[in-house]
């Protein structure tokens, strides 16, 4: 499900967003070579704490309506995210590492937590489905739990069916389209943006942004 981007706080945190530099309109070449008319840097959510809290906020609002014992937050664009959110909640957090240390404990996810307990995943975004599988994985074969996954936003490349294929379900703040229509409807991007996005969408493989 998704937070309607219609009023605030939601209608805000886009705006931020867009103030932030954090949505793009234009000509993007993604990762894959195909061009979007949209991009998302939602790294630089750390360099607006406000925006940042506005964000942890409507990820707490998601989450009430979840049952987990622990927030799992994905390195590297997540965590920040995560953190503000357990600082937000009150609920601890843990996350698997990207690399896992050849020394040390050797751990593949960070923090305090018991086998068997439930881990609610936490990211910036989704477009497919494959890097959150990836990293559940290691949370699973440390023994967490782990039934939803929440992002900010979902750029509805298949993300969501992917997941769920697969026995997850998806919880985003705002969708990319929703986004666009907030931004068009507020006046700070050409409805013509908001078509292209769209248009975009409807197209084999759209919304992916790798």
Do not use: C, W
């Not at 477009?127 to 900010?152: C, F, H, Q, T």
Request: proline share 5%; no cysteine; charged share 20%.
């Amino acid at each position: 499900m998704a937070v309607s981007a219609a009023g605030p706080p939601a209608d805000r945190i886009v705006r931020g967003l867009f103030a932030l530099g954090a949505v793009q309109f234009g000509s993007f070449t993604l990762k894959s070579g195909a061009t979007s008319p949209v991009y998302l840097d939602l790294r630089l959510l750390v360099s607006d704490p406000l925006l940042l809290a506005d964000v942890a906020a409507a990820y707490a609002r998601v989450l009430d309506g979840l049952a987990f014992d622990r927030i799992a937050a994905i390195p590297y664009a997540g965590l920040p995210i995560g953190t503000a959110v357990a600082l937000a909640t009150g609920r601890p957090m843990v996350y698997p590492r990207k690399e896992v240390k050849g020394y040390g404990t050797g751990r593949a996810v960070e923090g305090r937590f018991e086998a068997g307990e439930t881990a609610v995943v936490l990211d910036d975004l989704i477009s497919s489905g494959e890097s959150k599988r990836e990293a559940i994985a290691p949370l699973e074969a440390a023994g967490l739990v782990v039934r939803d996954v929440v992002v900010l936003v979902d750029r509805e490349g298949g993300g969501r069916e992917d997941l769920a294929a697969t026995g997850y379900r998806l919880h985003s703040v705002l969708t990319l389209t929703q986004i666009a229509a907030a931004l068009a409807a507020g006046g700070h991007i050409d409805p013509t943006a908001r078509d292209a996005v769209a248009t975009y969408l409807r197209r084999p493989g759209g919304g992916a942004q790798n």
